[in-house]
């Protein structure tokens, strides 16, 4: 799974989120969607540095944001986890980060011309393969 994390996130220099938020973000919602479990080692940051071809700072600066969040906790000689119990982050936050999510792709979608319906059609779509991805 550690090889996997590095492939699952995505980095824009263009889309104007300093890179050490978007590395945040979606550390985030990979935890949120299940695909990293409490418990599960990150990698390293430098390895993740490396593979994200970004500054080593940059993820440990996105780590240590995680950490004061409560979202992973690091063990002295042995790494970076994902905390056992996440803290519950408030509806209104929640609210306030799918919003900004939203807007990037309502914007994204604009520059590529496609329709919102299209789009809330994809959203849809992904939802349900989500849903089949993470039933046992």
Do not use: C, F, W
Not at 2 to 31: E, K, T
Not at 107 to 131: C, F, G, H, N, W
């Amino acid at each position: 799974m550690l090889r996997a994390l590095a492939m699952q996130i995505q980095i824009s220099p263009s889309d104007g989120v300093p890179i050490y938020l978007q590395v945040v973000n979606q550390i985030r919602y990979l935890i949120a969607a299940g695909r990293l479990q409490p418990g599960e080692e990150l990698l390293p940051i430098r390895t993740l540095a490396e593979q994200l071809t970004i500054n080593p700072n940059t993820v440990a600066r996105a780590y240590l944001e995680l950490e004061r969040a409560g979202i992973v906790t690091k063990r002295h000689g042995s790494g970076t986890y994902v905390a056992d119990a996440p803290p519950a982050v408030p509806q209104r936050e929640k609210t306030k980060i799918l919003a900004r999510r939203v807007d990037a792709l309502l914007a994204e979608a604009r520059q590529l011309d496609v329709e919102v319906p299209v789009v809330i059609k994809l959203v849809r779509e992904r939802a349900s393969v989500m849903t089949e991805e993470t039933r046992p």
